[in-house]
């Protein structure tokens, strides 16, 4: 019989989702339209050609989703304003009544004594400031900054945790390098750009935060650890890249004050020595670090595969999500352990952790049930004690995701949600993983 698992007794129990993804009404109540909006319109961007006009209908289901995250025990929800709500232009004149939805909901979260932690950028851009050149054009650090103030002055006090980026490296590897992302772009050195600016922009806005606020502001960045195939020395080197591109590119600026030395052998000439004031900006302190964890690679030397030269290398024995990532538990670990060993202590928080199964529709006793995603939670759990055990300053835990949700260009293919959604009525089902879920919470993990 395993010792019973406990969590640090105020250990922080939610969820996930994000604007674009599950509010619907994008250009409601005076909102501006974003580059998400534009993504979605050409033909051939997103699976089946779904969009975010409708998503989830959180923008008016927001009380009933709230009351599903109090069925469910919930203590936290983590979530991104839509910036275009805010700022139709992107700056300049702020939409009161984009300010006002998200007033209603932290309220609301408030009023059930569930803690609103709050994303600035979960990529959904406004399209006007695309048009001024977005995320390469180096003002938008300043834009960003604008509308983080905007945020602070409105809601801080309300909101006591904020995050300025959701995954940096997935605005820049998805929107700038390979195009998979809006705003679909695919040259190097614009992904170059694009990232460096991301992260002047992140700092500008802490540092911002510091005359704004009172309380606790961090970044969100994707970790996907990277094991090497073989020992031979081109794996070694290729897994080095991997790790340096993905991970190492947005943690060792904030916390080593440089980028990593790889940065110039993946982008070579596209990466340019970037100007040491720039550095004390984006080193600006964070009170937390989010991390978000699916999955981990193991990547093998491939000269091919431009400008990484890397290739990831299928487990055989493993089982594999519906996005195609492997269910390795022991990488949550391993990463929450590896940010301890090479940044410190600064306090972490899982931001986003989930799967994408196939889910039957109801069955007959009006359940969703959903065996291998309760399966990948209960791993989980094993991975987040273990890395507590190994003295891992680890506070929360947010599920991805609260619902199933608009899978950015895979569209409503891929379900991530401990509720499934039926996209056609709108109707929320509690899946079996949300019924475990609801257990941990109220047991803080004893029930495992
Ligand atoms: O794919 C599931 C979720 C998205 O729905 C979230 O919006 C996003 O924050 C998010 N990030 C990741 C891991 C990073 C990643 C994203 C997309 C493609 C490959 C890796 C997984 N997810």
Redesign the pocket.
């Known amino acids: 019989m395993n010792k019973a698992i406990q969590f640090p007794a105020n250990f922080l129990w939610g969820s996930a989702t994000?604007a674009y993804?599950i509010e619907g009404s994008p250009l409601a109540d005076g909102a501006g339209a974003s580059i998400w909006q534009r993504f979605c319109a050409v033909p051939g961007n997103v699976r089946d050609g779904d969009h975010g006009d409708i998503a989830c209908d959180h923008y008016n289901r927001y009380k009933e989703d709230v009351a599903l995250m109090v069925k469910l025990g919930l203590k936290a929800y983590r979530f991104s304003v839509s910036w275009s709500r805010i700022l139709p232009q992107g700056r300049g004149a702020v939409n009161q009544a984009g300010l006002d939805f998200y007033s209603r909901l932290i309220d609301e979260l408030l009023a059930n004594g569930i803690e609103p932690m709050v994303t600035l950028y979960?990529?959904d851009l406004p399209a006007a400031l695309d048009d001024r050149g977005g995320w390469l054009n180096p003002d938008i650090a300043d834009w960003f900054t604008d509308y983080a103030r905007v945020l602070f002055r409105a809601f801080d006090g309300r909101v006591k945790s904020w995050a300025t980026l959701?995954?940096p490296?997935?605005v820049t590897d998805?929107g700038y390098l390979h195009g998979t992302l809006a705003p679909g772009h695919r040259n190097l050195h614009e992904a170059a750009l694009a990232s460096h600016n991301l992260m002047r922009a992140h700092g500008s806005a802490v540092k911002a935060y510091r005359e704004e606020g009172k309380y606790q502001i961090g970044i969100v960045v994707?970790i996907?650890p990277k094991y090497p195939a073989s020992q031979s020395q081109a794996d070694l080197d290729a897994t080095r890249r991997a790790d340096a591109y993905m991970n190492r590119q947005y943690l060792d600026p904030i916390f080593l004050g440089a980028y990593p030395p790889e940065m110039k052998e993946i982008f070579g000439e596209a990466w340019p020595d970037w100007p040491a004031a720039d550095f004390d900006l984006i080193g600006q302190k964070l009170d937390f670090v989010g991390i978000?964890y699916?999955t981990r690679s193991v990547v093998r030397h491939e000269p091919a595969h431009w400008p990484l030269r890397v290739a990831p290398v299928r487990q055989t024995q493993a089982t594999y999500t519906e996005?195609g990532w492997e269910v390795f538990p022991q990488g949550l670990t391993d990463t929450l352990v590896n940010f301890k060993q090479r940044y410190g202590d600064t306090p972490l928080y899982v931001m986003?952790n989930?799967s994408?199964f196939y889910d039957p529709p109801q069955a007959e006793d009006g359940r969703v049930h959903d065996p291998l995603r309760v399966s990948c939670l209960r791993k989980n759990m094993g991975a987040l004690h273990a890395a507590l055990e190994l003295g891992v300053d680890l506070r929360g835990y947010m599920v991805?995701?609260l619902l199933d949700?608009l899978?950015?260009s895979l569209g409503f293919s891929?379900r991530?949600g401990i509720i499934h959604v039926n996209f056609e009525t709108q109707q929320r089902t509690l899946k079996d993983s949300a019924l475990l879920y609801a257990d941990i919470v109220a047991s803080n993990g004893a029930c495992l």
Request: avoid cysteine; charge should be negative.
């Open positions: 994000s993804q979960h990529w959701n995954e490296w997935v998805g994707n996907e978000n699916y996005t986003e989930g994408a991805w995701s949700n899978e950015w891929k991530f």
